[in-house]
T-cell receptor, first 116, second 112 residues
Framework: GAGVSQSPSNKVTEKGKDVELRCDPI?????LYWYRQSLGQGLEFLIY????????KSGLPSDRFSAERTGGSVSTLTIQRTQQEDSAVYLC??????????????FGPGTRLTVL | AQTVTQSQPEMSVQEAETVTLSCTYD???????LFWYKQPPSRQMILVIR??????QNATENRFSVNFQKAAKSFSLKISDSQLGDAAMYFC?????????FGAGTTVTVRA
């Protein structure tokens, strides 16, 4: 079946603007994750969804970042009032059996965000 | 907190030769999993191999195999018969419950 998809592939925005990044997980996967990949910080966990609930938002770097998931499927990561340090690749992943250490996470191609 | 260390920022290998990527991790758990992911220039992270800590046998997937040393907390990846398509960044990952902790990555270049 289809893998995890993300849109847009690339996004260039001006400092202070809001952006929305979308993730469409693999059908049937109840768990969804957002990670951020930047040169200085490597790969960082942002948030985890179980169904439509987000039991762990501990990785969100500031209150400018929020995420939601609807219908147990598509998720949107929103960054308000973007700053240059938000420039990074935002990766989404999904998995079948949440909470299990052995549960394999399948990643999307990411969205490269550039804040000018 | 669990940490994952990849000490080799870059590795180069001749086509058809073998290269080994190192990874060490820190955990107090006795039962866990470890993963290697590949990230080509397309950016998509692709699972290469998965190891269950309670299994004595090292995991193998075609040309990819691991050397898992539980006592030493070492989890190296061996790529045999390297191909041009193996050129990518490779990440070692340890799951802390559902959160993956990644190493800094190793960039592998394959010389023709």
């Amino acid at each position: 079946g289809a893998g995890v998809s993300q849109s847009p592939s690339n996004k260039v925005t001006e400092k202070g603007k809001d952006v929305e990044l979308r993730c469409d997980p693999i059908s049937g996967h109840t768990a969804l994750y957002w990670y951020r990949q930047s040169l200085g910080q490597g790969l960082e966990f942002l948030i985890y969804f179980q169904g439509n609930s987000a039991p762990d938002k501990s990785g969100l770097p500031s209150d400018r970042f929020s995420a939601e998931r609807t219908g147990g499927s598509v998720s949107t990561l929103t960054i308000q009032r973007t700053q240059q340090e938000d420039s990074a690749v935002y990766l989404c992943a999904s998995s079948l059996n949440p909470g299990g250490q052995g549960d394999t996470q399948y990643f999307g191609p990411g969205t490269r965000l550039t804040v000018l | 907190a669990q940490t994952v260390t990849q000490s080799q920022p870059e590795m180069s290998v001749q086509e058809a030769e073998t290269v080994t990527l190192s990874c060490t991790y820190d955990t107090s758990e006795s039962d866990y999993y470890l993963f290697w992911y590949k990230q080509p220039p397309s950016r998509q992270m692709i699972l290469v191999i998965r190891q269950e800590a309670y299994k004595q046998q090292n995991a193998t997937e075609n040309r990819f195999s691991v050397n898992f040393q539980k006592a030493a907390k070492s989890f190296s990846l061996k790529i045999s018969d390297s191909q041009l398509g193996d050129a990518a960044m490779y990440f070692c990952a340890y799951p802390n419950d559902y959160k993956l902790s990644f190493g800094a990555g190793t960039t592998v270049t394959v010389r023709a």
